[in-house]
């Protein structure tokens, strides 16, 4: 009896490949990482995160900067995982010599302002604080930075964008491209003539730009009354643009328990129980808060 997989001999033939020398597709490499911290039980559970993945493989942990250095010269990883405080060699003394060999990102607990830009100044392409991330956004980071896109939880983007500003303010202001940021005396059109679809205030040309601010805005002399030092007074317009205590911690370069200690002094005086109910009062947007606390 004639096998079944056996094509009858008057069956016709398949035709034949069109593409022999095509180059076939190979299976993709996994992403190899180096994971190093201090602490056992977090290198077994990004080990185990990490490896549960089909694209990623993690080919050696360490427990400090020296040998996370050796484990890295000796793999050549796509990605390293560093923590910053370790014993020996710490992650920030090791970053400028493991980005030699790949690309670095700090995952740790270390979330003070001058730790996330020195990182960054050392070469760091990214920045995890624990607590501020999900397991996805992890995977995605490793795989991202792997690519040159850099990643930042938000402790590290506000210490980040602390350092912009404070350098830019050391800087003369810089000219902008032409038809940017440029508008005539009235401040009614752009300089170069373009339609506004927007209706301006017009005011004389002795006014300045400080009286084009909503007038619900209260006035510095207005705040006055509240008695808020010069950094409760710094910490409240943070309150009131929307910030959350890590990231006013960040920008002010200062402990989320002194931020805190700053709003429990700032509701005392201004005689608020929230943030919405102070940023009212700090902006004279409440009834009567013209006149006092109410």
């Known amino acids: 009896m004639p096998d079944r997989m056996t094509p009858h001999p008057g069956a016709p033939q398949p035709p034949p490949n069109p593409f022999p020398d095509f180059p ?29 993945r089909a694209d990623i493989t993690v080919v050696a942990e360490a427990a400090d900067g020296r040998a996370a250095y050796e484990a890295a010269h000796l793999h050549r990883p796509d990605v390293v995982l560093l923590d910053v405080r370790m014993p020996g060699v710490d992650g920030i003394s090791a970053l400028p010599y493991l980005v030699r060999i790949a690309p670095v990102v700090m995952l740790t607990y270390s979330r003070e302002s001058e730790i996330v830009q020195e990182a960054l100044r050392r070469g760091a392409g990214g920045y995890l604080v624990h607590g501020e991330f999900t397991a996805d956004e992890l995977v995605a980071a490793v795989r991202d930075i792997r690519q040159g896109r850099a990643h930042f939880t938000p402790s590290a983007a506000g210490a980040l964008l602390a350092q912009l500003r404070q350098e830019q303010a050391a800087r003369s202001p810089r000219s902008l491209p032409e038809g940017l ?13 373009a339609p506004s679809s927007i209706t301006h205030h017009r005011p004389n040309s002795t006014e300045g730009l400080s009286q084009l601010q909503p007038t619900v805005r209260q006035s510095s002399s207005d705040r006055s009354r509240f008695q808020l030092s010069a950094r409760e ?6 309150i009131a643009s929307g910030m959350t205590n890590q990231q006013i911690a960040a920008t002010c370069f200062i402990s989320e328990k002194t931020v805190k200690n700053h709003i429990n002094r700032i509701f005392a005086k201004l005689h608020s129980t929230s943030r ?19």
Do not use: C, F
């Open 24 to 52: 076939q597709p190979t299976p993709t490499s996994p992403l190899r990482v180096v994971v190093a911290d201090d602490n056992p039980v977090v290198r077994a559970g990004l080990t185990a995160l990490l490896s549960g």
């Open 181 to 193: 940021g440029t508008y005539d005396s009235q401040l009614g059109a752009p300089a170069n003539g």
């Open 233 to 238: 007074a710094e910490i409240m317009d943070h």
């Open 276 to 294: 919405s109910e102070a940023a009212a009062k700090w902006l004279g947007t409440t009834p009567g808060s013209a006149r006092g606390l109410g």
